[in-house]
């Protein structure tokens, strides 16, 4: 007779458990589709505007405030010529250029470096803000004539301008004189 008590203790302690777990999983069931829901509310929110001249400027400003939401940190799009053009190799260029867009989500600066030697930069940029550009970019190091196949290393900052991510793009540099 014990050993039927045992199990039927265990039976009965199989039926709970697997009571709770399917409860546990129509729970999440449950949650999973009310949050499809709510989702699927809100897209059919947005989707159900109609433009006309008397919204216009509203829905507009409404768009811009929803591309203009917080972005995670070390989101960068690169914005710059790609062939930078130097009269002499000291001179001031009239076409390099970086931009730091506003849609980044920090501050950066930059090093040149030349691709055969990337242990000296010849050109070590200030911070630009985000929304700012630089242009009249003037090497730190004067270079010869020639072609000069370079990499540009972009640090993201931080508020303290600590270095959060980097990004290298390969770029040309060419010196007439």
């Known amino acids: 007779m014990s050993g039927n008590g045992k199990e039927g203790k265990n039976g009965k302690i199989i039926i709970i458990v697997g009571a709770i777990v399917i409860i546990a999983l129509l729970g999440i069931i449950i949650f999973l589709l009310g949050s ?7 897209t059919q929110e947005k989707r159900n505007v109609i433009v006309n001249e008397s919204n216009a ?4 400003a409404d768009m811009v405030e929803e591309a203009q939401e917080f972005v995670e940190p070390g989101y960068y799009t690169v914005s710059m010529d790609t062939d930078w053009h130097f ?3 000291d001179a001031v260029s009239d076409d390099a250029w970086v931009d ?3 849609e980044n989500t920090n501050d950066v600066y930059f090093d040149v470096l030349l691709a ?5 930069a010849i050109y ?3 911070v630009i803000p985000r929304g700012s550009h630089l242009e009249n970019i003037e090497l730190d190091k004067p270079l010869d004539k020639g072609t ?3 990499v540009i290393v972009y640090h993201l900052v931080d508020e303290e301008q600590e270095t959060i991510s980097t990004l290298r793009v390969a770029f040309t540099i060419t010196v007439d004189s």
């Open 36 to 42: 499809g829901k709510q989702d699927e509310e809100e």
């Open 57 to 60: 400027e509203s829905v507009a």
């Open 87 to 89: 009269s002499k190799g």
């Open 100 to 102: 730091n867009l506003i």
């Open 116 to 120: 055969d030697n990337e242990e000296e």
């Open 124 to 126: 070590q940029s200030p």
């Open 148 to 150: 000069y196949d370079c």
